[in-house]
């Protein structure tokens, strides 16, 4: 049976209290990857996996998952501004249904409208060159992503 696939706040309820979350920003040519402590206080970024076919994206996402002990996964959904669902969001939706197939590790969804843009600004107010930036992007990119839902997971538990 495959893993559920849900927004974040419904997926919690699929994940053990503790134990670390990846993170994922995809993106065409590369997926970001972030991974949570097992308290779920900070999100750090792992690697950049340059996309090949699905098949040898997951094997190393399932992987790092199994290096890092993860209880869960969370994908950044480009939603567009007017709260509507484009080609990338319904890729994404597509990659977590396949993703599912292979894993029995819950999915959340986390709106991650403007990710990238607010990275690529911190990046460029930290003064790093644009190459350097291009290598860094979605790595970061799912460091923001994780660390939004992880913010969010702790207001839900604090009933906020």
Do not use: C, Y
Not at 65 to 84: A, C, K, Q, T
């Amino acid at each position: 049976m495959p893993a559920p696939i849900l927004p974040l706040v419904d997926a919690v309820a699929h994940w053990p209290e503790r134990g670390a979350l990846i993170g994922l920003d995809l993106g065409t040519k590369t997926i970001g990857v972030a991974v949570s402590d097992p308290d779920r206080r900070l999100a750090t970024g792992v690697e950049t996996i340059q996309r090949k076919a699905f098949k040898a994206d997951a094997a190393r996402l399932l992987a790092i998952s199994g290096e890092r002990h993860v209880v869960g996964f969370v994908l950044g959904l480009p939603i567009n501004m007017d709260g509507s669902e484009g080609p990338r969001a319904q890729s994404t939706r597509a990659f977590a249904r396949n993703l599912a197939k292979l894993t029995d590790l819950a999915i959340g969804l986390w709106d991650e409208r403007l990710s990238t843009a607010a990275v690529e600004r911190e990046l460029i107010g930290m003064d790093v060159s644009r190459a350097r930036r291009a290598e860094m992007i979605d790595e970061h990119a799912a460091i923001f992503i994780l660390q939004g839902a992880l913010d969010r997971l702790k207001k839900l538990r604090e009933g906020a």
